[in-house]
């Protein structure tokens, strides 16, 4: 007789525990506990059976493996918490009994730990990290933004603005953005470093409020890891480009009309108007090309072709920046496709607004005073020139004019969905295939049927005569129907297993088929 296994001892149960009984294991509170879970990567999992997992009750919890909590008990992180609360208690009463020798000590030996282990645990290659840059870059420069409060800290404000910065600088001397995209919520960013591609957003500048919605100490902890993290990226993208880390000022520009403090380094740097120093000995290692297998030596050349183009669109512009306009964004698409940029009270600015050899002035409002030697444009004809990778023509970005659509290159054209009108022109212009994006009444052209002669009939000496025949009408609506009925019986011979798929790929469908006619009515109304 085999030994009876007890309920609750195996399977699902044994495998999930609740957060409640986590924190008793553990013995951490709640705040540390979820600090904890986010600097080692853990998250809460949804067991398939909820009643088996809380051992027969239906009570709604959140539950975590059982291997990450015995992971997390082994963490020396978790006695430097306790030794940190340790220091906040010495440090409250030294203050209370008035010891200030002694509360200035304590604040001396205060107790630190650093996260350098928990970045190599979790990224073992490099590689990896750079596959999880996304969602580190849009947090980073979303604090980087936020004004200082007592949840967002001085400090932490000013390495995220370091470190981003440090990033932009990387992606103009390495030339790897590849696309870009201005929406509602922010300026969309796409660069390929090493062969992975790296998609991240900025925000617009503006002023922000009081917010009220978000958990800071959440996001702070996440800010705490992910500026390790990208400490590390951007020293290994540095040296691998062969660049000073920290960023230095190159010495080829002339800057004998200009003086600057050496107070002003950093504000420099921060400019992004300025090329950075390259190191002498260093040489850059080889990057990393990752090609499909479909790449064949044709569509590898033309990608070459198109890289090279990109990195020498605005090689021969000088670019002036009116003060309304966006500097960090413009600097950062201008100087990576290899063009130099400028705008009033730039610490580092090489040339001013009189100029002469300013080639394109930015502007986003009404002039009033025009130089005849250089083309005033809106900024979303950077935006449009870098997507389209060529100058685009300036009198349709004039200052005042309506400004044509700023197509996403983000968005793949597919068939049944909806497609601009100027997409569709731009992708004939590039010399593109578009006949699977045209509807089939634009793509069939009507034919045109000769008209019927009238025959005359014969003469009553032959006896014969030829009458017009009648043509035979084909009922359409009886076709769709019965077109609609062999549907529906095709449908009821599909599987059962298969057929909540099927209903899905209809309901998709259908609901592409509306947006579609929405955006169509819309782009007639308007």
């Not at 008209?451 to 035979?472: A, C, D, L, Y």
Request: aromatic fraction near 10%.
């Amino acid at each position: 007789m085999g030994r009876i296994r007890k309920k609750f001892q195996s399977g699902t149960s044994s495998i999930y525990i609740s957060r409640k009984k986590a924190l008793k294991k553990l013995q951490l509170t709640l705040k540390d506990f979820r600090r904890l879970c986010i600097l080692k990567g853990i998250y809460p999992r949804e067991p398939l059976h909820k009643k088996k997992a809380n051992k027969g009750s239906t009570e709604n919890k959140i539950y975590y493996h059982v291997k990450d909590v015995n992971f997390l008990a082994n963490e020396p992180l978790i006695n430097k918490f306790r030794e940190y609360k340790i220091f906040l208690r010495r440090l409250t009463r030294a203050k209370a009994k008035g010891q200030k020798d002694h509360a200035e000590r304590l604040l001396e030996n205060k107790p630190q730990f650093r996260l350098d282990l928990l970045v190599k645990e979790r990224y073992p290659t490099f590689a990896s990290a750079l596959r999880d840059m996304d969602d580190a870059l849009c947090l980073l420069f979303a604090f980087a933004a936020l004004p200082r409060t007592k949840a967002v800290k001085g400090n932490v404000v000013a390495d995220c603005r370091r470190l981003t910065t440090e990033f932009m600088h990387y992606v103009i001397e390495s030339h790897s953005l590849t696309k870009t995209f201005v929406s509602i919520k922010g300026i969309y960013y796409q660069a390929e470093i090493m062969g992975e591609k790296i998609t991240w957003i900025v925000p617009h500048e503006r002023g922000i409020g009081h917010v009220t919605e978000v958990d800071f100490n959440v996001m702070a902890t996440f800010v705490d890891f992910y500026v390790a993290m990208i400490s590390f990226v951007n020293f290994r993208l540095y040296k691998a480009l062969g660049l000073f880390y920290p960023p230095k000022l190159s010495n080829n520009v002339d800057e004998k009309n200009f003086v600057f403090e050496e107070n002003d380094l950093d504000e420099k740097i921060y400019s992004l108007a300025r090329p950075i120093a390259r190191t002498q000995t260093s040489e850059p290692e080889p990057t990393i090309d990752t090609f499909s297998e479909s790449d064949t030596q044709e569509s590898l050349a033309e990608k070459m072709k198109i890289a090279q183009a990109l990195r020498t669109l605005f090689a021969k512009c000088k670019f002036f920046l009116n003060r309304e306009v966006s500097k960090e964004a413009m600097a950062l698409i201008i100087r990576s496709c290899g063009g130099t940029v400028s705008w009033e009270g730039c610490i580092a600015k090489v040339y001013d607004e009189k100029n002469e050899k300013i080639t394109h002035h930015v502007i986003d409002r009404p002039l009033d005073n025009v130089d005849i030697n250089r083309a005033y444009v809106q900024p979303q004809w950077v935006f449009d020139s870098f997507n389209a990778r060529k100058l685009l023509p300036t009198d349709k970005y004039a200052p005042g004019r309506t400004l044509p659509p700023h197509l996403s290159p983000f968005v793949e054209e597919k068939i049944g969905e909806y497609v601009p009108l100027e997409k569709i022109e731009q992708l004939k212009e590039d010399g593109k295939d578009i006949t699977h994006l045209l509807k089939p009444d634009e793509d069939k052209k009507k034919e045109v049927k000769p008209k019927r002669q009238k025959t005359k009939p014969e003469t009553p000496e032959s006896g014969m005569s030829v009458k017009t025949g009648k043509v035979f009408k084909e009922n359409l609506q009886k076709k769709l129907n019965q077109v609609g009925q062999e549907l529906k019986l095709r449908e009821m011979m599909i599987p059962k297993k298969h057929r909540r798929v099927y209903k899905k790929i209809k309901y998709g469908q259908k609901r592409q088929a509306s947006e579609k006619k929405k955006l169509e009515s819309k782009r007639q109304n308007n």
